[in-house]
């Protein structure tokens, strides 16, 4: 069986490529990145830390997940990067995203942080959700 935190990143990856909002703002493909490449085009996203918890209830199996994505930019202030984190809030909140060997029982936004890069010139938006899963039967 595939692992639930890793069927949970290649939906929401799926879900990032496919957004249309998206890849007008992080071209087509967009670029959504696991891990960064070496010197990536501005702007772009990357799938960052998570973290799974025991979500088990009496009789039903299951597992809370919180993760983070966050948004690069270089367009000269928050603006570019606020609208990305707006258009990936969109697309993962309240999701019904498909995952392999789970259920996807909900998906929320929960916060994000926006900061300056001490480069001064790199933008960055964090966003932070919350899903819960069960495997299938």
């Known amino acids: 069986m595939t692992s ?11 879900a990032l490529q496919a957004d ?5 703002l992080l071209g ?3 670029r959504v990145f696991d891990a960064t490449p070496p010197l990536p085009a501005f702007p772009y996203v990357v799938i960052g830390d998570d973290a799974e918890t025991n979500w088990d209830t009496a009789t039903e199996e299951g597992s809370e ?5 966050h948004v690069w930019s270089r367009s000269g202030g928050h603006k570019e990067a606020k609208a990305i984190a707006d258009a990936v809030r969109a697309t993962l ?9 789970h259920t996807l029982i909900g998906i ?3 916060d994000a942080d926006f900061t300056r ?3 001064g010139e790199t933008y960055r938006a964090t966003l ?3 899903a819960v899963t069960e495997p299938d039967s």
Do not use: K, M
């Open 20 to 24: 249309v909002t998206l890849q007008s």
């Open 4 to 14: 639930a935190s890793w069927s949970l990143q290649a939906a929401v990856f799926a």
């Open 108 to 110: 929320r936004y929960l």
């Open 93 to 101: 909140d309240n999701a019904a995203l498909s995952l392999t060997g």
């Open 28 to 30: 087509d493909p967009p």
């Open 128 to 130: 932070r959700f919350r």
């Open 117 to 119: 890069e001490t480069d």
């Open 65 to 69: 997940h919180q993760f983070e994505i």
